[in-house]
């Protein structure tokens, strides 16, 4: 549908669920249990078309007073008493009965205040109630369906987009039994919801249907924020928009600037990438990390953006400078941010929505997630972890950005499977292996590059050893510890490598190994 026949509702992140908004004159049912936030929803479309759309609207209201909705909807913000005094909108306290009366004579006060003020749109707050009164002033009864129509009919002469608000769940039979009539006669049903996860609640929103328009189908996540008003955040399931062309680059760039690691993987990564990077805790996956957006930064001129549910910002900046890494100069000048959100009730949808934001406004080109493992544990639930992860890779792509996805295998000495959790290191084009190897009486780091695509890539494990300036690798031929370097062993990323064995020799007596 042209852009030109729909309205906005204002509402954050529901216009880009319906597509650039609603099509004119809908009506439009919201609909949901208690304390769901439909009536915050009809204020703020209300709100929003006067105060940013100079479209005038009629709140009509039976059981709230005037005065407690001026003052509830100042805490999001808005002043609807200073609307009133302009003539953008006018709050209308009424009962079913007399609304009944009001769209069966020629000469409504409703629609003749509509008139006065330009009105445009109008919200009913509980148009069940209406469902009480099927008995006109000749006690004629009535259907709920045809006092429906008529109310439609009449706000539809008067060009007014209608948002109707209706309780379900805790509602009487008799209303909750009306919801087929005005499902029916409503172009558009929003379907809001309260749910407990846990011990916490959750709010949804999932629109059913929308009459001349198509629209971002499912359950989306929906918050009520105080001093703003409602924000709809769009599922992570959800597929981007099409395009025609796929984006791809044949622009290699540095990993950390370590020629050493470059040559392992192939000469660099392409931009707009996905590397996998696999290690356990504490072999060094944080530090390549910062390695890896400082060398964006400096070298490359690339904004680069580092999330982390694990550390703080503040404790990430202190490691990093440990190590001689001067974190703090790119998050100060900007060209790195930082994001870090607590697991503990992890709001994905809005969680991703953030990332998004973030890489938009600053124009990031080198992404680092550090520990997917903890979004598994945050979540709980395997296929919105499955799904969050297919989005960032296709995000990513879809933007040409290099994005690196840090994870913590569990397993310490040997590995049987490179995540454990869920089969995704195949949709990523790089996967980068750090480990740790128990020698003798000590434990060595090593790197092995695993795959890494369009790029012939070295099969070697190589070991690195973290100081000041981060990660380096270790000549071949150098001993770290005490014994032989460990290209002298064999099975380095089993749990037991082996030892080579040598040719001996007898020396004074003894049989000593290698050549003289």
């Not at 370590?258 to 990077?277: C, K, P, Y």
């Not at 001689?324 to 870090?340: C, N, R």
Request: net charge negative.
């Amino acid at each position: 549908m042209a852009t030109d026949g729909l309205i906005k509702t204002g509402i954050k992140g529901l216009d880009s669920i319906l597509l650039g908004g609603i099509p004119r004159t809908n009506v439009i049912l919201v609909q949901g249990v208690t304390g769901s936030g439909k009536t915050v929803m009809g204020s703020e479309f209300i709100y929003r078309g006067a105060a940013l759309y100079n479209e005038p609207g009629l709140i009509v209201v039976f059981e709230t007073s005037p005065e407690k909705l001026i003052r509830d909807a100042a805490g999001f913000g808005w002043n609807l008493d200073e609307l009133q005094q302009q003539k953008k909108l006018q709050i209308i306290f009424t009962s079913p009965e007399v609304l009944d009366q009001e769209l069966r004579s020629p000469d409504s006060l409703l629609l003749e205040t509509a008139k006065e003020i330009g009105a445009q749109r109008i919200f009913v707050d509980g148009i069940g109630l209406l469902n009480t009164n099927l008995v006109d002033s000749n006690s004629v009864h009535r259907t709920y369906r045809e006092l429906l129509q008529q109310l439609i009919e009449s706000l539809h002469r008067e060009n007014l987009t209608a948002m109707f608000s209706l309780e379900l769940g805790n509602a009487h039979d008799s209303i909750a039994a009306a919801a087929g009539s005005i499902d029916f006669l409503a172009d558009t049903i929003i379907q809001l919801c309260r749910e407990r996860h846990g011990r916490r609640m959750q709010r949804s929103l999932e629109i059913l249907k929308s009459r001349g328009q198509d629209y971002e189908g499912g359950e989306h996540t929906l918050h009520v924020t105080g001093g703003l008003g409602l924000e709809v955040f769009r599922r992570v399931q959800a597929p981007l928009p099409a395009k025609s062309i796929q984006p791809t680059s044949s622009t290699m760039r540095s990993v950390i600037g370590v020629e050493a690691i470059d040559t392992l993987i192939g000469g660099g990564i392409f931009d707009g990438s996905t590397t996998m990077v696999v290690g356990v805790s504490g072999v060094g996956k944080t530090v390549l990390a910062t390695q890896i957006l400082r060398e964006g930064s400096l070298k490359q001129k690339t904004r680069g953006l580092l999330i982390s549910l694990d550390e703080h910002p503040a404790q990430i900046i202190r490691n990093a400078q440990t190590l001689g890494l001067k974190l703090e100069e790119q998050v100060a000048d900007g060209t790195i941010q930082i994001l870090f959100e607590s697991p503990q009730e992890l709001d994905i949808d809005a969680h991703y929505a953030r990332i998004v934001q973030i890489i938009e406004e600053r124009d990031i080109q080198r992404m680092v997630i550090d520990g997917m493992t903890s979004y598994s544990t945050a979540i709980g639930e395997v296929g919105v972890y499955r799904d969050f992860f297919h989005a960032m890779v296709a995000y990513s792509k879809q933007r040409l950005m290099t994005t690196f996805f840090n994870y913590e295998n569990p397993e310490f000495l040997g590995i049987s499977s490179y995540m454990p959790d869920f089969p995704l290191s195949s949709i990523v084009d790089n996967l980068i292996l750090l480990s740790l190897v128990e020698i003798n009486n000590s434990l060595h780091r090593c790197i092995s590059v695993v795959k890494s695509r369009g790029s012939k890539h070295s099969f070697d494990t190589r070991e690195f050893v973290i100081g000041q300036g981060g990660i380096s690798l270790v000549p071949l031929q150098q001993n770290q510890v005490p014994g032989l370097p460990l290209q002298s062993y064999s099975s380095l990323l089993s749990r037991a490598p082996t030892r080579f064995s040598l040719p001996t020799r007898i020396e004074n007596g003894a049989t000593v190994e290698g050549k003289k």
